[in-house]
């Protein structure tokens, strides 16, 4: 099973109010949900931390496909 946070499609964004956002950068991720065009929101973070917080990978991921 893949996990996002070892995925080469996750990507970290931390922001200027201290919470930060994993997004995946896969080109068939749904970017019909993320706020940032191309990327799809994976989980958010606690302010000032950079902890991955989900322990399953999403059932949109296009990874998941391939298996």
Known sequence: ???????????FNESKNGRSIYF???????????RTA???EICR????????????TPKWCPLNEVQ
Do not use: W, Y
Request: charge should be positive; glycine fraction near 2%.
């Open 45 to 56: 973070t606690e302010r000032r931390s950079t902890e991955f917080t989900i322990k399953k």
């Open 1 to 11: 099973m893949i996990k996002c946070k070892d995925c080469e499609h996750c990507i």
């Open 24 to 34: 995946c950068r896969h080109s068939k991720s749904p970017s019909v949900l993320a």
């Open 38 to 40: 191309g990327q799809t």
